[in-house]
């Protein structure tokens, strides 16, 4: 055997066969060691960061791209309301960086066994999430006309009507008292808490096969929501019914607290199905599997936030009953993505 040939069988040792012939060339023009080396490390830092994504990042990244698609095709909708579909477009892929950064980062201190630095990086992997389901829902005001340009709150209008005989929100009106509206604000308040507490109390035990299940059940719960919101825009009784209330609901702190985040944080449209019931949802089925005494102090307080999504006219009782079917099917899926995903 020639040394030519030696050498192209050491190369092929390296290399992939993909990457194989432009290494060769790379070496035929003096390509130095060192810089073999580099070209080694930088793709074994890329698998390092591929492998460390897990069925969390699996979800979120595939609605992302999801999206990114959607945007796309129904770009010249989105001319219609003065939204440039690439900005849209960025702003995701930032977030799909951001999202690989992170995991690389976190996947690198986990090997240098410094304990700060593992801590910090798993602290910020492990809580990012809340912040990813912010932005998508926040970035639902400007898609939610995305494939269809009318409202279609009448139709949910005459589903809670036909089942109750009634507008449920209009017919709630007449129990309003300040201490109730209180209690009912407080109610609704309890969504910020559920996957909060039960992530917590995973994160703080660190069972982490558990942790990141519950969050791959509630990104896959809201997932699924924010996909409809954009096929099936519902703005809400606060606005759709807007000339039909008698009054303001007045109350205390907690209804101060609500109307402040309602005033900087409300988007008019993604009412259906109601994000806080299926986000609850999947938290409680994650209770439910991991935390069971959890699951049923969480329970009471999820009904009262259920009633109170109507009281407060935020959603109509049909985005309820949107919401539960969502977060369940958030739960049953994401149980399914996990199991794929391990292995």
């Known amino acids: 055997m020639s040394m030519r040939e030696l050498e192209g069988g050491a190369t092929e040792a390296l290399v992939s066969a993909g990457d194989s012939a432009h290494l060769t060339s790379l070496d035929s023009k003096g390509l130095a060691g060192d810089e073999l080396t580099r070209v080694e490390s930088g793709r074994g830092e890329l698998a390092r960061v591929w492998t460390s994504l897990g069925a969390f990042e699996w979800v979120a990244l595939g609605y992302l791209l999801l999206s990114s698609v959607m945007i796309f095709a129904f770009a010249k909708n989105l001319a219609r309301t003065n939204v440039h579909p690439w900005k ?3 702003a995701q892929a930032i977030v799909a960086t951001f999202i690989f ?3 690389g980062v ?3 201190a986990e090997l240098t066994g410094m304990q700060f630095s593992t801590e910090f990086w798993r602290f910020w992997r492990c809580w990012y999430p809340h912040l990813f389901f912010l932005f998508c ?7 939610v006309h995305l494939v269809n340009p009318n409202w279609q709150d009448a139709k949910l209008i005459a589903f809670d009507h036909w089942m109750f005989g009634v507008h ?3 017919w709630l009106e007449q129990f309003a008292t300040p201490v109730r509206n209180e209690f009912i604000q407080l ?4 969504y910020f808490v559920y996957l909060v507490v039960l992530g917590g109390i995973l994160y703080y035990r660190k ?3 558990a942790y990141w299940s519950v969050m791959t059940y509630s990104a896959t719960a809201y997932a699924i929501g924010y996909v409809i919101a954009m096929l099936f825009p519902i703005e809400s009784p606060w606005f759709a019914m807007a000339g039909m209330w008698h009054g303001e609901l007045h109350g205390g702190p907690f209804t101060a607290t609500i109307n402040f985040i309602e005033h900087y944080g409300r988007v008019r449209g993604a009412a259906f199905p109601s994000e806080h019931v299926a986000g609850s949802v999947a938290a409680l089925w994650g209770a439910w599997r991991f935390r069971r005494w959890l699951f049923w102090l969480m329970l009471p307080l999820f009904v009262a936030m259920c009633v109170s999504t109507v009281w407060g006219r935020y959603h109509y009782v049909a985005d309820i009953f949107g919401g539960i079917v969502t977060g369940t099917l958030g739960y049953l899926i994401g149980s399914r993505i996990m199991t794929v995903s391990e292995k």
Request: proline share 4%; glycine share 4%; charged share 15%.
């Open 187 to 190: 109610a609704y308040l309890t």
């Open 168 to 170: 449920p929100a209009l």
């Open 106 to 108: 976190a996947a690198r």
């Open 101 to 103: 950064l992170l995991c």
């Open 137 to 143: 829902f926040e970035e639902l005001a400007y898609l």
């Open 88 to 90: 849209l477009i960025g």
């Open 207 to 209: 069972e982490w096969h």
